[in-house]
C-alpha cells in the first residue's frame, strides 16, 4: 500500500475508459483523462452530456459499468482512499441547510465532528468566508443570500476541511 500523499496542493487522478450506462443508453463513453496535482482540470458540456455522472464516479457514489478511476494510483473503490484523502463536493445548487445561518453551514462539518473548540470553528468560518469574498456574512440566512453568494457558501463549506480534490457540479 502506498503512503497517503502529503502534497497540500492536490491528488493525482487517473481516469482510464470509463464507460457508464443508463436503460442501455450509454452516458460516459470510454472517458480517459489524467490531472496531475495542484492542476485545475475543467470539463465543459451541454446538459445531459454527463458532467455530473462523471462527478458522482469520481466521489465514489457511482460504480462504473467499465474502466477505473485512480487516486495517487489507488483505486477509488478503496477504502484506503476514502480515508486517506480528502475529497469536498460542491453541488449545482449549493446544498445549503436554510435552518442554519451562513456560518453554521460553513463550520457544520467541524462542529459535527468535534473537530475543533467553538471559537476555533468560529475563527475558520470567517476567514473561508473571506477568501470567498463573503466577510460579515457569518448571522445571514442562505434565504438572504442571491444565488452567487449562496454557491460562494458552499465553496467555504468545503474549503473547510482543506480538501486534496475539490469537486464543482
Given at each position: 500500500?502506498?503512503?497517503?500523499?502529503?502534497?497540500?496542493?492536490?491528488?493525482?487522478?487517473?481516469v482510464?475508459g470509463?464507460?457508464?450506462?443508463?436503460?442501455g443508453?450509454?452516458?460516459l463513453?470510454?472517458?480517459?483523462?489524467e490531472?496531475?496535482?495542484?492542476?485545475?482540470?475543467?470539463?465543459?458540456?451541454?446538459?445531459?452530456?454527463?458532467?455530473?455522472?462523471?462527478?458522482?464516479?469520481?466521489?465514489?457514489?457511482?460504480?462504473?459499468?467499465?474502466?477505473?478511476?485512480?487516486?495517487?494510483?489507488q483505486?477509488?473503490?478503496?477504502?484506503?482512499?476514502?480515508?486517506?484523502?480528502?475529497?469536498a463536493?460542491v453541488?449545482?445548487?449549493?446544498?445549503?441547510?436554510?435552518?442554519?445561518?451562513?456560518?453554521?453551514?460553513?463550520?457544520?462539518?467541524?462542529?459535527?465532528?468535534?473537530?475543533?473548540?467553538?471559537?476555533?470553528?468560529?475563527?475558520?468560518?470567517?476567514?473561508?468566508?473571506?477568501?470567498?469574498?463573503?466577510?460579515?456574512?457569518?448571522?445571514?440566512?442562505?434565504?438572504?443570500?442571491?444565488?452567487?453568494?449562496?454557491?460562494?457558501?458552499?465553496?467555504?463549506?468545503?474549503?473547510?476541511?482543506?480538501?486534496?480534490?475539490?469537486?464543482y457540479?
Amino acid at each position: 500500500m502506498n503512503a497517503p500523499s502529503l502534497n497540500h496542493h492536490g491528488v493525482g487522478v487517473l481516469v482510464r475508459g470509463l464507460r457508464k450506462s443508463y436503460d442501455g443508453q450509454e452516458v460516459l463513453r470510454g472517458l480517459d483523462f489524467e490531472v496531475q496535482p495542484g492542476e485545475v482540470f475543467v470539463i465543459m458540456g451541454p446538459s445531459g452530456s454527463g458532467k455530473t455522472v462523471l462527478l458522482k464516479h469520481l466521489i465514489g457514489l457511482e460504480e462504473p459499468d467499465a474502466g477505473e478511476i485512480l487516486i495517487e494510483g489507488q483505486p477509488i473503490q478503496s477504502p484506503e482512499v476514502m480515508s486517506q484523502y480528502r475529497m469536498a463536493m460542491v453541488f449545482q445548487s449549493g446544498a445549503l441547510l436554510n435552518s442554519l445561518t451562513v456560518g453554521e453551514n460553513v463550520g457544520l462539518y467541524l462542529a459535527e465532528h468535534r473537530l475543533q473548540p467553538p471559537e476555533e470553528i468560529a475563527r475558520i468560518v470567517a476567514e473561508k468566508l473571506e477568501e470567498v469574498g463573503l466577510k460579515g456574512t457569518e448571522e445571514k440566512m442562505p434565504s438572504d443570500l442571491s444565488g452567487g453568494m449562496m454557491k460562494r457558501v458552499a465553496i467555504a463549506r468545503a474549503l473547510v476541511i482543506e480538501p486534496q480534490l475539490i469537486l464543482y457540479d
